[in-house]
């Protein structure tokens, strides 16, 4: 048995990007978390992932960190998660994080451009 959890489109702004003006000026991010995490078996919240928690810690790397590349981004959040939640009683099975940027220099052609770092560990 396993929980799919998914927290969507977390609220972000941040310094990422390959451009000087990007690196300059906070801009618009969001973020999906999707998690696969196998069953646990007591009601605690301290055996199992705390989603005030990974919210929280994404916005933190998103706004205090700074990447050229948003796929590093992506993938960085999701290390971190796993990171933080690697001894608690429901094991991670799964992990996708999807970070978007709306207002690239694409914006006017395209509604935004998004991310995906997937991992599943067995």
């Known amino acids: 048995m396993s929980f799919d959890i998914n927290i969507s489109k977390i609220k972000c702004s941040g ?40 919210v929280d810690l994404v916005i933190k790397i998103v706004s205090t960190e700074s990447y050229d590349l948003i796929e590093t981004l992506a993938k960085h959040i999701s290390e971190q998660i796993v990171l933080k939640y690697a001894v608690i009683e429901a094991t991670l099975q799964k992990i996708k994080v999807t970070v978007y940027k709306p207002n690239t220099i694409l914006k006017d052609m395209t ?6 770092y997937c991992e599943e560990f067995k």
Not at 111 to 116: E, L, N, Q, R
């Open 15 to 54: 310094k990422h990007g390959i451009y000087n003006h990007e690196k300059q000026n906070d801009q618009e991010f969001l973020v999906d978390i999707h998690i696969n995490s196998s069953d646990f078996s007591e009601d605690d919240i301290n055996k199992t992932l705390n989603y005030e928690e990974i």
């Open 111 to 116: 509604d935004g451009i998004s991310v995906s």
